[in-house]
């Protein structure tokens, strides 16, 4: 099991920057991948950053060279910092950890913390 408390959501002008923290309960090391999902009103839940264990990244074509999602081995947190922000970038954005195994995966989620950008 897996817990994860994200933080560092908020309210923001548009072209402004946030730092979201996820922040778990387990070596993130074990977890083969974290990421980081939003979910607007009205709207499917979507990927917006990824990052393996070694360090890969992957990242949803419209935060592309805005958003970078990294990881803090030691203190067991992924961040996700957020440059220009627009209006579309409003959501609340979970925290993922997946854990694969041989037969299967297990997902973890945080709770959500809302961003909010005001253009």
């Known amino acids: 099991q897996v817990q994860l408390v994200e933080s560092g959501g908020g309210l923001v002008q548009a072209g402004g920057s946030l730092r979201l923290s996820c922040a778990a309960s387990?070596?993130?090391?074990?977890?083969?991948?974290m990421g980081w999902y939003r979910q607007a009103p009205g709207k499917q839940r979507e990927l917006v950053a990824q990052i393996g264990s070694g360090g890969t990244t992957n990242y949803a074509d419209s935060v592309k060279g805005r958003f970078t999602i990294s990881r803090d081995n030691a203190k067991n947190t992924v961040y996700l910092q957020m440059n220009g922000l627009k209006p579309e970038d409003t959501a609340v954005y979970y925290c993922?950890?997946?854990?694969?195994?041989?037969?299967?995966?297990?997902?973890?989620w945080g709770q959500g913390t809302q961003v909010t950008v005001s253009s």
């Open positions: 387990s070596d993130i090391r074990s977890i083969n991948v």
């Open positions: 993922n950890a997946r854990v694969i195994r041989v037969a299967a995966f297990y997902d973890y």
